[in-house]
């Protein structure tokens, strides 16, 4: 692939785009379907469907991939680390992690990357993520994901450590859009605009993360189908969908109840803009049975399918005057 010089951000000067040894095609990304989250209140149905060699419970048969948490596998041994390995034998498994503090000014974790690498190596997962915020400052860790001041020095920042993470990792991540409840009054770009500008210039993922989209949007004003239709094509390797909860005129992404019928909206816009990318179900509070979680699941592969739709059926689409949606296609195969 041909990586750019140069990434143009709205209203700015070009920005030098981060090169790194880790460069591949950005398709490396497996469309796999649609996934959920390993978490522990499962572990039992999923070690009990797994027993037999096979995926003897009926909700494993509606389940394409797991995410797991990279920062609780991290420990050797235990439960946790058996049920992955076994997992592991029947499904493709996703590391999603919320430890990097990509946009911290502190020095990069060479202990935690050193860890995540040597997990990445014992069980060789499909995918690598974590998020487009900082979580520590000054040594001491928040336990949670801030945002960025969305300027120009944060977007070279950020994507020169992600560079330098890649490059520690040997491969490409993808970086989640975070959902935001507060608006830094240092910011010169919209979201929509600073997070694109980051991947572009990093040269990574996007974790495409539609319920903090819609959060988001509502939490600041702006239209959350603009937002997705702006991200850069070819950029979207995964896709997020979860539930989200109303606390006063604010919305919070609780990850705690179904998604709600607009972000599946938001959804089927964002497989036919980006293509039919691993879709994950997130529920991590008041978490139900795993056939529960696994219908959403269900519900995320039908509605991808619903959305991508042979050649031939866009092509007749677009005589009788409706969008055209072939150049969508090929994301899916």
């Not at 944060?154 to 970086?175: K, P």
């Not at 989200?244 to 972000?263: A, F, I, W, Y």
Request: glycine letters at 8%.
């Amino acid at each position: 692939m041909t990586i750019p010089s140069t990434v143009e951000v709205a209203g700015s000067p070009a920005i030098p785009a981060v090169r790194g040894r880790w460069v591949t095609d950005p398709r490396e990304f497996p469309a796999l379907g649609a996934g959920i989250g390993l978490r522990a209140p499962h572990y039992p149905a999923i070690e009990a469907g797994l027993s037999s060699g096979g995926r003897s419970d009926t909700a494993l048969t509606e389940i394409d991939w797991f995410e797991a948490l990279s920062d609780n596998y991290l420990a050797p041994g235990g439960r946790p680390r058996s049920v992955l390995h076994k997992a592991r034998e029947h499904f493709p498994i996703v590391l999603h992690g919320v430890g990097m503090s990509l946009g911290s000014t502190d020095p990069l974790d060479e202990e935690y990357l050193r860890r995540l690498a040597a997990l990445i190596d014992e069980i060789e997962p499909a995918m690598v993520s974590d998020h487009l915020a900082w979580s520590g400052v000054g040594g001491r860790f928040g336990h949670d994901l801030y945002p960025l001041p969305m300027t120009e020095q944060a977007v070279r920042h950020v994507a020169e450590r992600i560079a330098r993470v890649q490059d520690r990792l040997g491969r490409r991540i993808l970086v989640e859009n975070i959902s935001s409840y507060a608006e830094l009054a240092t910011s010169t770009l919209d979201e929509a605009d600073f997070v694109a500008a980051v991947v572009d210039l990093a040269d990574c993922g996007l974790l495409l993360d539609v319920n903090n989209v819609f959060v988001s949007a509502h939490n600041h004003g702006f239209d959350p189908r603009a937002y997705i239709l702006r991200m850069p094509r070819g950029r979207v390797g995964q896709i997020h969908l979860a539930g989200h909860s109303k606390r006063g005129e604010m919305l919070l992404d609780t990850h705690d109840q179904p998604v709600r019928d607009e972000v599946w909206e938001l959804y089927r816009l964002a497989v036919e803009t980006h293509g039919a990318a691993a879709t994950l179900i997130e529920w991590d509070d008041h978490v139900p049975s795993l056939a529960r979680v696994a219908q959403e699941a269900a519900q995320a592969r039908a509605v991808a399918a619903e959305c991508v739709r042979p050649a031939s059926s866009a092509r007749a689409d677009a005589r009788a005057g409706a969008p055209d949606r072939e150049r969508w296609l090929t994301c899916a195969s």
